[in-house]
């Protein structure tokens, strides 16, 4: 599996892979690593093993993700020398402009210099003293590919696949327009041709007739082509529609089923631009169906016209429009690039915007305005001045062809026009070969830049396929339906990348019993409350339902159906009271009300401006933090779960909503078992059959109010302030 001692220029430029934002560095390295040994993986599965966040990733994290991909692999602290004698790529962690942190991956050292692999730069030279300039830390990762590395070409071959299952369905619209704009190219001529005849034949010879039936066909072809353009562009826009749909559902589909942890590390403005990837990859489909086929085709013709009126100027333009193309073409990199850089700016300021509208409040309450007014001035400057160098680039490019194009027609015409004074040639063959000289180099350039909407769309198309190709969350496949016991046993959880956050947990809860997990700050409370909703899978130890099941083979959505949850940051969605509350399931305003009635919400109800009707969310009132958790609770109360988990549940409710939500708590204890996960601990002994205590990772005591109180811990410690 190992590769030759040195590897070629080759295998590191075809494998190698630049990162697609700030934070991808360093699981770019370990997917160009991967892709060097004939692997293949995705960076967003890579960021997710990984546990990439905003920031990046951390050496644990890459080591941890090398390690499940079937690396060998090996964090180590090492100097230059160690380097040049390790013969296998490897990462180096970097500091770059003084203080950014950045990962590279040192090829291997030849002719005195380190081929090294940059992911924001690409493939680059660096000497000892150059590297040992960047490379502070000394730290890099050891990777070898060991028994379990798969090596894979089905990932190409994957999203070939799904590219034409999306356009597979189009392909009619497709063939049409591609015929139409063939029809339309050729009846494109139609106007030099008759104009040749026309002047060389028809007006000479003063037929009247001639004339007019002249003038009546080219009218006819020329209206033919009128109609033919708007029923292909009526076929490319409902190929757009079509395909935007399609694709936009099932990337919207795909998104709502991928796990947890992918959302907890991406921006919000990072997903709102994926979904504007997906109309840059149907704008190039429609430009390649409406546009490059008809150049290609006016290109030939033209040609073939040119030799058919002379082969004299046929030859000129033979020789001179592939020094045209590859002058346009040179400039396809910088524009790629310049584009690039572009769009990223674009990402970054979207970003930029959203956080700052949803930071409005703490804006505002810190007089930051102005900080932030200058922010977004430099991130909306930086994005327009990329904006500007595409243009720079565009200018010089017009500049260039424009110069060539008057060359090329100058020396069309100085060589006709002394055809047709050496009266060889006739004045309308002419006027036809100039015409058609002049629409050849339009088409002959677009054919040239074609690469860069092709390579708009494939980077596009591939952070879409990463989206869509991660792995949907576990399903499970044991049916539950009903709730008897939860018992966790030396659970230990880590977030990718990061240190164990608790160990060898144990606690249990048997069916209409109430427990509560108390603990500090950051403890870890919530994160054990979302490893129960099957949202983080765990390192080690067993979550036991009903004493048989392992809580990752049940049925999630079963599971879910079970567990009820009021998380800590409670979502309101735009739309009445009624539709938070079933959340899009169906049911009559009677049912409804008789819930109301039965749990003692009416009165709550009552007290909005329009009962039921009142709107919440974006489009409608803002709620205040009590007001918000009796939403919620209203809302797992009518799920009706078996088991609830209450995440620092009433802490933002007045003592006489509370002590009603307690009294209502205590009176479903006996239909329903419950989790309390909080730091609020003066209600827990009215309610809390047994209190956990989650101290430096370790349940550190366990037991009722009295058990707890007899000995030093955070609960205790809680009661003994508050008497002092
Ligand atoms: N997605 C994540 N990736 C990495 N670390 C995370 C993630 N979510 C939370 N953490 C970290 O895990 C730790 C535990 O967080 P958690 O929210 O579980 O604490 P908690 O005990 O519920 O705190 P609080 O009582 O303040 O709600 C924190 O240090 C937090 O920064």
């Known amino acids: 599996m190992t590769k030759p001692i040195l590897p070629t220029r080759k295998q590191i430029q075809q494998t190698f892979k630049l990162q697609q ?18 692997g293949n993986n995705s960076l967003e599965k890579l960021r997710e093993l990984s546990g990439t966040t905003k920031q990046g990733t951390t050496l644990l994290g890459l080591y941890q993700a090398s390690n499940q991909l079937g690396f060998t692999s090996q964090g180590n602290e090492a100097d230059i020398q160690a380097i040049i004698d390790h013969k296998e790529p490897l990462i180096l962690h ?21 081929i090294i692999g940059d992911p924001a730069k690409g493939i680059i030279e660096l000497t000892k003293e150059e590297l040992e300039k960047i490379w502070k830390s000394k730290t890099c990762l050891t990777l070898t590919p060991n028994n379990n590395f798969v090596k894979s070409k089905t990932q190409t071959n994957n999203k070939k696949k799904w590219f034409i299952k999306l356009v597979k369905e189009d392909s009619k619209l497709i063939s049409f327009s591609i015929i139409l ?6 009846l494109g001529m139609a106007m030099a041709i008759f104009s040749q005849k026309l002047i060389d034949d028809i007006l000479p010879s003063k037929d009247f007739t001639k004339l007019i ?4 066909l080219v009218a006819f072809l020329l209206l033919i082509r009128v109609l033919f353009t708007a029923l292909r562009d009526f076929f ?34 990072e997903l709102v631009a994926r979904l504007n990837d997906t109309q840059r990859v149907q704008r190039v489909i429609s430009q390649i169906i409406g546009n490059t086929a008809i150049n290609i085709l006016v290109t030939i013709v033209s040609l073939g016209f040119l030799f058919f009126y002379s082969w004299q100027t046929g030859l000129i333009a033979s020789i001179s429009l592939p020094f045209y193309f590859l002058l346009i073409y040179s400039f396809n990199k910088k524009i790629i690039n310049a584009q690039k850089e572009m769009m990223q700016g674009y990402a970054f300021n979207e970003s930029n915007y959203i956080t700052s509208i949803q930071g409005i409040a703490t804006i505002k309450n810190n007089n930051r305005q102005s900080i932030f007014q200058k922010i977004n001035q430099f991130i909306y400057g930086n994005f327009q001045e990329k904006v500007f160098n595409l243009g720079k680039i565009n200018v010089r490019l017009s500049i260039f062809s424009g110069i060539f194009s008057v060359l090329f027609l100058i020396s069309i015409l100085i060589y006709t026009s002394t055809q047709v004074y050496n009266e060889v040639m006739q004045l309308g063959e002419l006027m036809a070969i100039l015409g058609i000289a002049g629409s050849l180099l339009p088409s002959v350039a677009s054919l040239a830049l074609i690469t860069i909407p092709i390579n708009e769309a494939k980077v596009a198309f591939n952070r879409m396929y990463e989206f869509t190709s991660i792995e949907e969350e576990n399903k499970g496949n044991i049916s539950l339906s009903k709730f008897n016991s939860l018992e966790i046993k030396n659970l230990s959880f880590r977030f990718a990348g990061r240190k164990e956050l608790f160990k060898n947990i144990n606690i249990s809860v048997n069916q209409n019993e109430c427990i509560a997990i108390v603990g500090e700050s950051g403890s870890g409370k919530s994160t054990l409350g979302q490893v129960l909703q099957k949202f983080y899978p765990f390192e080690n130890g067993t979550i036991i339902v009903n004493n048989q099941f392992n809580l990752p083979d049940i049925n999630t959505e079963d599971w879910r159906n079970i567990i009820g949850i009021i998380p800590q940051d409670i979502t309101i969605f735009s739309g009445n009271v009624i539709t938070n509350i079933l959340l899009g399931k169906k049911d009559t305003p009677e049912n409804i009300q008789v819930f109301c009635e039965e749990y003692g919400f009416t009165a709550f109800i009552n007290s909005l401006p329009q009962g039921f009707a ?34 620092e549940f009433t802490s933002a409710m007045d003592r006489k909503t509370e002590k009603f939500v307690l009294n209502l708590l205590k009176k479903l204890k006996s ?5 309390f996960i909080s730091h609020r601990l003066h209600s827990l002994p009215q309610i809390a059959d047994t209190i956990y205590v989650l101290e430096n990772g370790i349940i550190s005591n366990f037991g009722n109010h009295k058990k707890l109180m ?10 003994k302030e508050l008497i002092i």
């Open 213 to 216: 039936t002249g003038i009546i």
């Open 181 to 186: 704009g063939l029809g339309i190219a050729i």
């Open 671 to 675: 239909e329903i078992t419950i989790i």
């Open 236 to 269: 490319l826009i409902t190929q757009s529609k079509d395909f935007n749909n399609r694709i936009i559902d099932s990337f919207y589909t795909s998104l709502l089923h991928l796990p947890k942890p992918f959302f907890d590390t991406r921006k919000i403005g």
């Open 710 to 719: 007899e000995t030093t811990n955070f609960y205790s410690d809680f009661w």
């Open 94 to 114: 970097v500091v770059i402009e003084e203080h950014l942190q950045h990962y590279v991956i040192c090829y291997g050292y030849e002719n005195n210099k380190f």
């Open 21 to 38: 934002d700030q934070s991808d560095c360093g699981v770019a390295c370990l997917l160009s690593i991967i892709q060097y040994y004939e």
């Open 614 to 647: 009142t709107i919440l969310g974006e489009e409608g009132i803002n709620l205040s933090g009590g007001q918000k958790q009796i939403i919620a609770l209203m809302r797992v109360l009518y799920k009706k779960p078996q088991l609830v988990l209450l995440d």
